[in-house]
């Protein structure tokens, strides 16, 4: 009989002759129907044209391309992106699906490093990290320079040259770090910090020399980039030739083509500034000569004005005796015109005393009160007459009155109706019997119709 299998067994020997076949291999294609579930792992169809198959990266294969700089760049993994991926092929065998699983992958065409580069260019960016308002102004002549460079090499040599040639008397501070290597940008990081807290550093340069993308790699780095952001020193880069670009280039407050331009643009030329004050020094002397020759010629002229001082204060002096002798003279004349006026007015305000007014409506009223207490009295004593009349009539006219008389107040037990006719009652029921002083209940014996 031949040996049957299960599916179980089918698959783990599919397993084992695949994974044993096929060694690590090297398969392009173009993602999609990517996956990132919540367990880190990623999960993609990797196609062509004609056919696909299933590829898992795990979470611990960190997404970089193998690089002779140990710290390559990292880059995300994006649908439809051409890739080309170093892996094993396997079998899932729960669902005996064959798939890839990848060890290392780069971009097609696009190396890891150009691709990483342009997504965190494109994620800054997005952030306002290259936004020119958040950029701060160099200063025109810095008492300290930093320096963030290799402390060996051409570029400091440049920079140390041009600034003694330039401004011989300018300070600057080296922070030795490495530009190259996995190494580098924690120590780029640290060195602008260490600028932060240093004290008197008006502007920062980070230089470094020319090279390939890969050996610009620190200044693309993201934690370098946002320290640079983040500082509160302008900072210039200088990184690489004129034609290389880096993120740092467009983080930082200025960037440089050359580390030599770098420092021809963070100090001026000192003969330069010594030749324009100078001019600057001429052109304030010249006005102020300009201005005192004004001043002196209109002084000559007000002393031609101005020849006998006493002369025009005597004038001044009878102009305001004169006008004082006019001024007392008017208010005179004033005074006299309007006494007459002051004396009617007095005699009108005596007839018009409000006293005199008081005491005549005080009288008025007086009368006005004898008036209208005698009428009420006599107002009263008609309305009293009116009550006892209408209290006689309505002692008449009350049952309470008749009930005097030896009269009572029929009920019926229990609704209270009025006992009207004998016809209402029956013989047996009980009645509420009320006479003038209180009343008592009777039970009926007979009933009279007539």
């Known amino acids: 009989m031949k040996e049957i299998l299960s599916v179980t067994k089918l698959n783990e020997n599919i397993k084992q002759l695949l994974e044993a076949s096929f060694d690590t291999l090297w398969v392009e294609g173009e993602v ?212 290389d670009f880096t993120i740092a280039d467009f983080v930082a407050d200025l960037r440089a083509p050359t580390p030599s331009a770098a420092a021809e643009l963070v100090v001026p030329v000192r003969r330069e500034l010594m030749a324009s004050i100078g001019t600057l020094q001429g052109r304030v002397v010249n006005c102020e000569r300009r201005l005192m020759a004004e001043v002196c010629e209109r002084v000559a002229l007000l002393r031609e004005r101005l020849k006998d001082p006493n002369r025009r204060i005597n004038d001044l002096r009878m102009f305001v005796d004169d006008r004082l002798e006019r001024l007392r003279k008017g208010l005179d004349h004033k005074r006299a015109g309007e006494r007459p006026k002051l004396l009617n007015l007095e005699i009108r305000l005596g007839h018009a005393n409000p006293l005199l007014k008081i005491r005549d409506h005080r009288f008025i009223l007086e009368n006005l009160r004898k008036n209208m207490i005698a009428r009420w009295h006599d107002r009263e004593e008609r309305v009293r007459g009116q009550v006892q009349k209408n209290l006689a009539v309505l002692d008449t006219l009350s049952p309470l009155a008749v009930l005097r008389r030896g009269y009572g107040i029929v009920r019926k037990i229990p609704d209270g109706l009025i006992v009207k006719e004998a016809a209402s009652v029956t013989v047996g029921s009980t009645v509420d019997v009320k006479v003038s002083s209180g009343g008592f209940q009777a039970t009926v014996t007979d009933v009279r119709k007539e």
């Open 32 to 243: 999609s129907n990517l996956r990132r579930p919540a367990s880190g792992h990623m999960y993609f169809t990797l196609k062509d044209e004609k056919s696909q198959i299933r590829a898992v990266i795990f979470r611990s294969l960190p997404m970089q391309r193998r690089s002779s700089w140990a710290g390559a760049a990292q880059f995300d993994l994006e649908e439809g992106m051409s890739v080309v991926c170093s892996a094993r092929v396997s079998v899932y065998q729960p669902r005996g699906e064959y798939q890839l699983i990848v060890d290392v992958v780069e971009p097609k065409g696009l190396g890891a490093l150009q691709k990483a580069f342009e997504q965190l260019k494109a994620r800054l960016l997005a952030e306002g990290l290259f936004d020119p308002a958040h950029k701060k102004p160099i200063p025109f002549l810095p008492r300290r320079i930093g320096v963030i460079t290799s402390p060996t090499g051409a570029v400091i040599r440049d920079i140390l040259h041009v600034t003694r040639r330039r401004f011989p008397c300018v300070d600057i501070l080296i922070a030795p770090v490495r530009v190259q290597g996995a190494e580098a940008p924690p120590e780029i990081i640290g060195a602008i910090a260490a600028m932060q807290v240093v004290g008197d550093i008006d502007v920062i340069i980070i230089a470094r020399g020319g090279g390939s993308l890969e050996d610009l790699a620190p200044f693309n780095d993201e934690g370098v980039a946002r320290s640079i952001y983040h500082s509160s020193i302008p900072i210039i880069s200088a990184v690489g030739h004129e034609i």
